[in-house]
């Protein structure tokens, strides 16, 4: 049974910096593309980043890039999220994806999800 489990989401200042974790169970981790997405009370779940099954390519979220990093540990099945100069508008549920290679910035080829950790960013 294939499982992520995200970790690190907590409350910080603006300006601040989180790192949240995904950890992945049940299946060979550097097979599959991992995405992060987010979802604001109200708004629609929105990509933030995604590394390809290889590490060699990330993608970003015109929003994020230049604050956030995203990372993978083949080693322990884990894929980061470094965030760094956090906004109010940061604010949000953060969930972990998993897909086919091809996955990236849309939601619909991310097979398995985790069950999400809220940041939030104080003003």
């Known amino acids: 049974q294939v499982q992520l489990v995200e970790s690190g989401g907590r409350l910080v200042q603006a300006g601040g910096s989180l790192r949240l974790s995904c950890a992945v169970s049940g299946r060979t981790f550097s097979n599959y593309a991992m995405g992060w997405f987010r979802q604001a009370p109200g708004m629609e779940r929105e990509f933030v980043a995604a590394?390809?099954?290889?590490?060699?390519?990330?993608y970003y979220a015109d929003f994020v890039k230049g604050r956030f990093t995203i990372s993978g540990d083949n080693a322990n099945n884990t894929v980061y999220l470094q965030m760094n100069s956090l906004k109010p508008e940061d604010t949000a549920v953060y969930y972990c994806?998993?897909?086919?290679?091809?996955?990236?910035?849309?939601?619909?080829?991310?097979?398995?999800w985790g069950q999400g950790t809220q940041v939030t960013a104080a003003s």
């Open positions: 590394i390809s099954w290889s590490g060699a390519n990330t």
């Open positions: 994806a998993s897909g086919p290679r091809y996955s990236a910035t849309n939601p619909r080829p991310y097979d398995y």
